[in-house]
């Protein structure tokens, strides 16, 4: 056999294992890159979750579940958020002083953006999950003069549709603004601060 005839042979050998060795390559990363989403246990440990918004409709509340504890997301309507200002004169903590939430959401909305907020769906008198009562008025069953709002039926704690507490009822607190921040404009991951997400990128 020719030089050249052996130098032909020896290049179509080097493709041929070049490409099973890229396809194996590619295969075999399928697996990593879905074991970097987190699993349900990771996922009631602690570990980020981030949720799709982009078919949260004005009005309406999506549900999951973060450190075994339920989220919630609710996309405010003008109506909604202009029921705001008005409520400190029943509240225990209008302006969030003794309330756990993170500094970016301390404002009258609890939220980054004013539509947008996000609560952990448990009553801070103890641990149930109050209803999500955005009906105003008698239609409610809560009264004439309800603005809408969340109510808690186990022991009759009220918040407003920033989650902040009523006055004389049992629970203490506002619900919890846990960490979050924006990854898109249709993406928010629970979990993390918009700094912290800041410097994953930047990493």
Request: neutral net charge; proline residues 8%.
């Amino acid at each position: 056999m020719s030089d050249e005839s052996t130098d032909q042979t020896r290049r179509q050998l080097l493709a041929i294992t070049t490409g099973l060795g890229l396809a194996g390559t590619a295969v075999a990363s399928i697996p990593f890159v879905l074991s970097m989403q987190p699993s349900a246990r990771a996922r009631a440990l602690g570990a980020p979750v981030e949720v799709d918004i982009s078919k949260l409709e004005a009005g309406q509340r999506l549900v999951f579940e973060w450190r075994g504890k339920p989220v919630w997301i609710v996309n405010r309507t003008k109506k909604m958020l202009d029921t705001l200002p008005g409520m400190a004169g029943k509240l225990v903590d209008p302006n969030s002083d003794a309330s756990e939430q993170p500094s970016y959401a301390q404002n009258e909305w609890r939220s980054i953006k004013p539509d947008i907020l996000v609560l952990v769906g448990i009553c801070t008198h103890l641990g149930c999950s109050p209803l999500a009562k955005f009906v105003e008025g008698a239609a409610s069953g809560l009264g004439r003069d309800w603005p809408g709002g969340f109510f808690c039926p186990c022991h009759g704690s009220f918040f407003d549709l920033a989650g902040r507490v009523y006055k004389d009822v049992p629970a203490p607190t506002n619900l919890v603004v846990p960490p979050h921040a924006y990854v898109s404009d249709t993406r928010i991951i629970v979990g993390l601060s918009p700094d912290e997400v800041e410097k994953n990128k930047n990493a």
